[in-house]
T-cell receptor, first 109, second 115 residues
Framework: GQNIDQPTEMTATEGAIVQINCTYQ??????LFWYQQHAGEAPTFLSY??LDGLEEKGRFSSFLSRSKGYSYLLLKELQMKDSASYLCAVNGSNYQLIWGAGTKLIIKP | DVKVTQSSRYLVKRTGEKVFLECVQD?????MFWYRQDPGLGLRLIYFSYDVKMKEKGDIPEGYSVSREKKERFSLILESASTNQTSMYLC??????????????FGEGSRLTVL
């Protein structure tokens, strides 16, 4: 079967760094996406990885290892507004997204 | 500013009622999707469409139908609403570039409660 795993909830401190992991087992792979979703709002696109390595975009970075079926989202200099759920999704063999259940990130002052 | 607009943010319906959820996008995207989102389950694909008049079943199409008469509009229909269809419904669109097809633009969501 196809599966995407990420932690249900994480807590971090304002100003710190947090890494949210995502592991996947899919029948095909055409890229991995991270989305941010604030409570009561729609998801918004954060990052896209299709090749191994690190993609950096400001305070956010995303890493991919295709051989390990593994990705992480790294958030630096955490701000209170980063409190949200972070969704990992894989573009599978039929170019349909397979979604993880999301990681709820709680930022404490 | 690009936009996906869903017709209703909150709806309350009774069991057995017919429900229409409308979605319009202004980005000239070919691809449009309907998802539902429930706590702990992540996003589940109901139906999608790659072109006008075209529709494909997603992972959980039972109890739903869709209509795509115009490129910019994709409607989700619940023929006879049931309490297990109480959920957040999210419409999304994306460009036809297959490599970036996972970069979805979402509407604000429609929270449906069926009593």
């Amino acid at each position: 079967g196809q599966n995407i795993d990420q932690p249900t909830e994480m807590t971090a401190t304002e100003g710190a760094i947090v890494q949210i992991n995502c592991t996947y087992q899919t029948s095909g792979f055409n890229g991995l996406f991270w989305y941010q979703q604030h409570a009561g709002e729609a998801p918004t696109f954060l990052s896209y990885n299709v090749l191994d390595g690190l993609e950096e975009k400001g305070r956010f970075s995303s890493f991919l290892s295709r051989s390990k079926g593994y990705s992480y989202l790294l958030l630096k200099e955490l701000q209170m507004k980063d409190s949200a759920s972070y969704l990992c999704a894989v573009n599978g063999s039929n170019y349909q997204l397979i979604w993880g259940a999301g990681t709820k990130l709680i930022i404490k002052p | 500013d690009v936009k996906v607009t869903q017709s209703s943010r909150y709806l309350v319906k009774r069991t057995g009622e017919k429900v229409f959820l409308e979605c319009v996008q202004d980005m000239d995207h070919e691809n449009m999707f309907w998802y539902r989102q429930d706590p702990g389950l992540g996003l589940r694909l109901i139906y999608f469409s790659y072109d006008v008049k075209m529709k494909e079943k997603g992972d959980i199409p039972e109890g739903y139908s869709v209509s795509r008469e115009k490129k910019e509009r994709f409607s989700l229909i619940l023929e006879s609403a049931s309490t297990n269809q109480t959920s957040m419904y999210l419409c999304a669109s994306s460009s036809p570039d297959r490599g970036r097809a996972g970069e979805l633009f979402f509407g604000e969501g429609s929270r449906l409660t069926v009593l």
